[in-house]
């Protein structure tokens, strides 16, 4: 049964994205396991991710009738398939949640994890078909419509999710229990699908996830017609297979594409999977498009979130600045699947420019957390950028995308903090030079196993993101010879200064948005030491962006900030008007909402109807402008958010009262 | 076969709405064909409505299936049912806007339409089950599933408009012929719905329209079952007998509702037939929901247009303030039901505001007309205020509402200019005393038959609404005797002016937002005369309205303007900043878009990316304003966008370039 290679457990390391041997990378990766973080954010969410949200999520799979659907096919077909019919799907993101969690778990932790694993690989497999097919939903009295209805019906979406599922539960156990499964039914996929001329159905999925799937596993076993399928999906794509629309990312030939369009999870996972081939085979057309469709993203139908998707209707992005607040759809699985595509990007080339850090580290912060509430078992599905308090966090839906989406995303996070290149063109010709990437700053360890062998670890000293001081020890050294520190200075960071052992950085050398560079035969005990200036910062957004025109949006150092009704008691946030305040100072609240820095300040209460008496138009210079008031204001981390008392909160605040 | 009770030819008017005999009623209407209209704007649009609009829908309705699908009932259910579930409703509606043409059609015409119509009539005759059932899509091989998903399927909003259909055919020709199939239909409903203690199915339908199809037919047929059942249809909504959410309008009951919400359509179909009922029956409840709901709808939750629904998703109204402009749905048939709605609304009581007809006068020229083309053959389902000139106008659609329900307002429309009231408590007691309202200022002749008998004949001279000027004069009397007139000052014209027979009004009797009262014994050749002041205003949004914030709406007399590319070539007309200019001016161009009044004058162009460097949002003061150049700009009306080469197009305009 087992058609699996065997796994060699001494290349096996826990990453999600393993491109140790890819071609044309620059970036590798470094563990989940090599860093420990002990910061004030990030530390405490995956922490309770493994204590409560892992198997909290296993008891939702459970009652909801999720793992039912497999028992069901197994024990001959009585009663109904339960639920949506991509249900499988969420089995899979949270074995692969659970898989990646497995690496940072402690002893007692990693036994109830396994245990859990194991039971649902089990019933898993039970529903496995003899061909390797394996879809609940299509088996049983739908069994004869299998592949009937690619574009709708997420068969080869569930299989990618199976698939990143076993890969990430061999590379954390050594295990190949899942991994057989998913190899023999990618198996059965790559001999159905494929060019006509050979035979086979040339046609895609509605929902990608494949791309990326397919890529990791033939990273992982070397199997080739892995990462032929997967081009191929990307090749097929935008052909009309599936109907040619936008949503279901089928109206464009991926390499012509320049925008980005349709359902916004599906666009990114798509541009992921795309990236992962980059790493792999020279394709100078798909990279343009890549390249063009990510600016587009950021420069034109980005939230300031680093949220997207602005349309409810086919959660999709928008026109270019059509950024709605309320009404925003700002998925948190698209927040996920757009960090998958950044990290990717970033991992082509050895840039010294930050712009794909500083966009993971954003959207982290600002678009994937506010989707968690603080204990770890509520979760947006949406997440606007202003309501009135009646959107609320869930402790799962019926479309439950999401939660297993954000649990798999806080597991993954600690191996996306540091990466390693390597470059044979400095010093001697065949004597390869070694760069360590601190991309996420956040205390804790790192250790980093050289590419040339040989290790680092440093120890992190911070209480960033709440404040700016960063020191950077070195506290274990083998063999790491001369060795290049690149610590990212964010592209809000002007005015960073750093120094090395007392030795202070040139300005150049702590020039935002660029990675400072510190080469040097380091020794245990020296000292980096990294000062982040932690300002307030006032944005405000291109007029073309018209629901935010007058409007201004605070930040402070990667924090976006918002003001919801729980601290300011006074009259509607949305009447506040920040003027030209420059009174507004941080502080620090260790008692709030798990600790945080909020923004205070003094704000003009403009109340909604001065001057307007209930009218909705009026003549320009017909009312008199209202009397205002001053208030205080209050400003709190945008991604705290909906863990108070319900009441309106917004992102953008008023600039002038007109 | 023929149930239904003579029609009494001397007491038919040709009115959609007659409460000649309604207790609760102020305003009686003036027949459809009292009026002949000589305007610039609608007197084309209502010829071309008769001689191609009719016809080619007609043709339509054949092509597309509509009518096979009753000869496929009658014939033997042969084949498929073609299209949606509720495509009778097409038929029907094309039936009561062909029955309303007839009243102001030539002979030719007569004889056209009259064919068209006896066709048609005959083919849905023959679907009509032995019961009175009539409904294509639930006959054959759904026949035993009638009445089985009255939430989603329309069956009662396929029978309200074949009601309503039938009432306008029997008030224009006179004949039974559709009137008996829909008397048959409609005594079938009032046997299967009511109460359940009545032994009956207590529930409504998904779609509003049979509560004022059935309040109009009670009035024609003075059958009280029609309205006890149109009762029950209201009482029995928000009670959840159709799942009770918001798009179906069966949230809250009516009575206790304050807010619009749910399907735009839906809603304002549900008020105007709740406002059918308060003209028969006292209901504080109701009035004081219907008014809330009005001032909810016109201060919070409607476009500058007077057009309603802000959610694509649910052809929904949104949140109080939720307008985006791009994005607005608002639906031609949405602003159909506002202005049914305002309609009967003003005909409760002689109120001496003008607010329901400034707003009926509104929502027709800036709201109603954009829906369709200057052809008369192309028509907006959505009229979004903001475009990039991909959304254009559609000779019909799949979901074919909107171009029936244009086409018999237009047909309709006549007899929305005047109405007459008459109060007893003037003069002696025993004594009535006549007033003749005039709503809809247009150049044309207007007959009114008076109450207490008598007529009178007046001609309005006017190039309305593009200038200002009018004169009304007194053409025939009957035993007119002393009698007032009462003649619109719109809530915009502030400075308005008038004389009769020379003689000046005061300023209080032109007030703006009142009705300019002339009570004389009038003579033929008496002249009144009117200036309404024609000057171009700058509207802007309340603060709330985010989308709108720092920008404004050019509006000339009841006309709303936009920007469009293609009378601005230089740059995006968002880009486009107004700011002070003090040089617009109006000018009437006779040969552009069948002639119109233009506002030209000189803008700043703000290159879109100037100062930004395709950032989407930037520190303040971060960038420098870029340099901005004058350009000619020129705003049409807005009722008139799309129908020249496409390209974007604004009404909001950028007041100031920060």
Redesign the interface.
Same mark, same amino acid.
């Given at each position: 049964m087992n058609q699996t290679p065997n796994l060699d457990p001494g290349t096996l390391i826990a990453t999600p994205v393993d491109v140790r041997s890819s071609p044309l990378i620059a970036h590798r990766p470094i563990p989940i396991d090599a860093v420990s973080l002990n910061d004030p954010i990030w530390s405490p969410r995956i922490r309770i991710n493994r204590q409560r949200t892992i198997p909290g999520q296993y008891r939702f799979l459970e009652d909801t009738g999720r793992l039912d659907n497999f028992r069901r096919v197994a024990g001959g077909c009585d009663g109904e398939f339960s639920g949506l019919y991509f249900n499988d799907s969420d089995v899979y993101k949270w074995l692969e949640a659970a898989s990646w969690a497995l690496a940072q778990a402690s002893d007692e932790e990693r036994e109830e994890i396994t245990q859990l694993i194991d039971t649902a690989i089990g019933i898993v497999a039970s529903a496995q078909h003899d061909d390797g097919y394996l879809d609940t939903y299509f088996s049983c009295e739908r069994e004869s419509l299998r592949w009937s209805n690619l574009k709708d019906c997420h068969e080869l979406y569930c299989a990618g999710h199976l698939i990143q599922a076993a890969v990430a539960h061999a590379r954390t156990t050594g295990k190949a229990s899942l991994l057989d499964i998913a190899t023999r039914f990618a198996d059965l996929i790559c001999e159905v699908f494929g060019p006509v001329s050979d035979g086979k159905r040339e046609q895609t999925d509605g929902h990608p996830v494949i791309e990326m799937a397919l890529v990791e596993l033939y990273r992982l076993t070397g199997n080739r017609q892995y990462l032929d399928t997967a081009r191929f999906f990307i090749d097929v794509r935008g052909r009309g297979s599936i109907g040619g629309d936008p949503y279901h990312q089928d109206a464009t030939p991926l390499r012509e594409q320049r925008e980005m369009v349709g359902h916004a999870v599906r666009a990114v996972y798509l541009n992921a999977g795309a990236a992962d081939l980059l790493a792999e085979e020279r394709d100078p057309a798909l990279r343009s498009a890549l390249d063009a469709m990510w *600016?587009n993203q950021?420069? @034109?139908r980005?939230y300031?979130s680093g949220g997207i998707g602005s =349309?409810?209707?086919g959660e999709a992005f928008?026109?270019d600045y059509?950024l709605?607040?309320? !009404?925003a759809y700002t998925e948190s699985c698209a927040a996920i699947g757009s960090i998958m595509w950044a990290w990717r990007m970033m991992s082509l080339a050895a840039e010294d420019n930050t712009r794909w850090a500083d966009a993971i580290e954003h959207t982290l912060y600002n678009a994937l957390l506010p989707g968690l509430s603080l204990d770890g078992e509520h979760y947006f599905y949406q997440n606007p950028l202003?309501d009135?308090g009646h959107h609320q966090r869930q402790p799962w839906f019926g479309c439950a995308c999401c939660p297993p989406n954000i649990a798999r995303m806080l597991a993954m996070l600690p191996g996306m903090v540091a990466t390693v290149t390597t470059d044979r063109s400095v010093g001697e010709a065949d004597v390869s030079h070694d760069t360590v990437w601190l991309h996420l700053l956040a205390q804790g360890e790192v250790r980093v196993d050289l590419p040339a062998g040989g290790s680092i670890v440093f120890e992190v000293r911070t209480r960033y993101p709440w404040y700016g001081e960063i020191e950077i020890e070195v506290t274990e050294l083998v063999d790491a010879g001369n060795l290049t520190l690149q610590v990212r200075i964010p592209g809000w960071a002007e005015g960073a200064s750093g120094e090395v052992n007392g030795e202070s950085l040139s300005s150049n050398e702590t020039a935002a948005g660029q990675y400072a560079t510190l080469t040097r035969s380091w020794s245990v005990g020296d000292r980096i030491k990294l000062s982040l200036p932690m300002r307030i !910062? *006032?944005?405000?957004?291109?007029? @073309?962006?018209?629901?935010? #025109?007058? *409007?201004? #949006?605070l930040m402070r150092g990667p924090m976006l900030y918002c003001i919801e009704a729980a601290g300011n008691p006074r009259g509607d946030v =949305?009447?506040l008007v920040l003027g030209n305040a420059r009174d507004l100072h941080p502080g620090w609240r260790p008692e709030m909402l798990g600790g945080c820095v909020v923004i205070s300040g003094t704000a003009e209460l403009?109340p909604?109807d001065a001057g307007?008496s209930?009218?909705?138009? *009026?003549?320009?210079g017909e009312g008199r402008a209202g009397s205002t008031e001053s208030v205080a204001m209050q400003a709190i981390p945008y991604h705290l958010w909906a863990n108070r008392e319900r009441g309106q909160i917004t992102v953008?605040l @008023?600039r002038s009262?007109?």
């Open positions: *600016r950021v420069s @034109r980005s300031v =349309r409810w209707e928008g026109a059509e709605p607040n309320a !009404r202003e009135d !910062r *006032r944005l405000e957004a291109h007029p @073309r962006v018209t629901e935010n #025109a007058g *409007r201004i #949006a =949305r009447d403009d909604p307007w209930n009218m909705l138009y *009026r003549e320009v953008w @008023r009262q007109s």
